[in-house]
């Protein structure tokens, strides 16, 4: 079945430090790729998501593309800031499905 | 984004209550919404996907009479929990799809079953 891998963390990095969190999937055919964002007691955001290969998603700084040929999704930030502490999920969905594949999650922490 | 919203937002009840959340797509219909359950530090668990005008189909390992879902309008999902225990205590958190099947998520009900 469809999976979703993500690096395990907890990251902690320094304020203005450059982030990458790294996501890879196992699926057929071609689904939609998604990043949510989890604040402390909160509920998933939407960060930003991709449908196709080669497109590039992009929030707040984030950024991540969609790459068929190595099945990644690798999250990425130029200039982190405290308020970017969060669990950060991978996911995916199939096209004509409605069941999200989640990873694990990766816990970041940013220090001042 | 698309607006989900949960009610209530934190729960204590007594043991052997039942204990009913609520789901709602505010600027949207969904004839699907997803109820997930998070232990901390842990990713989502997939409990039940509802559909609204029909039953709700359970994940492997949920108990359908512990957990009630109704989905009783295209803006509205409910979850029972019934007869809770403290091992109920969880956060639960809701999603719906829109028409570009992007998922939006509610803020969460953290229950605490004492």
């Known amino acids: 079945g469809d999976s979703v891998t993500q690096m395990e963390g907890p990251v902690t990095l320094s304020e203005e430090a450059f982030l990458t969190i790294n996501c890879t999937y196992t699926?057929?055919?071609?689904?939609?790729l998604f990043w949510y964002v989890q604040y402390p007691g909160e509920g998933l955001q939407l960060l930003l998501k991709?449908?196709?290969?080669?497109d590039k998603g992009s929030n707040k700084g984030f950024e991540a593309t969609y790459r068929k040929e190595t099945t990644s999704f690798h999250l990425e930030k130029g200039s982190v800031q405290v308020s970017d502490s969060a669990v950060y999920f991978c996911?995916?969905?199939?096209?004509?499905?409605?069941?999200?594949?989640f990873g694990q999650g990766t816990r970041l922490t940013i220090n001042p | 984004g698309a607006v989900v919203s949960q009610h209530p937002s934190w729960v204590i009840c007594k043991s052997g209550t039942s204990v009913k959340i609520e789901c709602r797509s505010l600027?949207?219909?969904?004839?699907?919404m997803f109820w997930y359950r998070q232990f901390p530090k842990q990713s989502l668990m997939l409990m039940a996907t509802?559909?609204?005008?029909?039953?709700?189909?359970?994940e492997q390992g949920v108990e359908k009479d512990k957990f009630l879902i109704n989905h009783a309008s295209l803006t509205l999902s409910t979850l029972t929990v019934t007869s809770a225990h403290p091992e109920d205590s969880s956060f639960y958190i809701c999603s719906a799809p829109t028409r570009t099947d992007t998922q939006y998520f509610g803020p969460g009900t953290r229950l605490t079953v004492l």
């Open positions: 996911a995916l969905i199939q096209r004509g499905a409605q069941k999200l594949v």
């Open positions: 509802s559909n609204e005008g029909s039953k709700a189909t359970y």
């Open positions: 600027d949207f219909q969904a004839t699907t």
């Open positions: 699926a057929t055919g071609y689904p939609s």
């Open positions: 991709a449908t196709k290969a080669d």
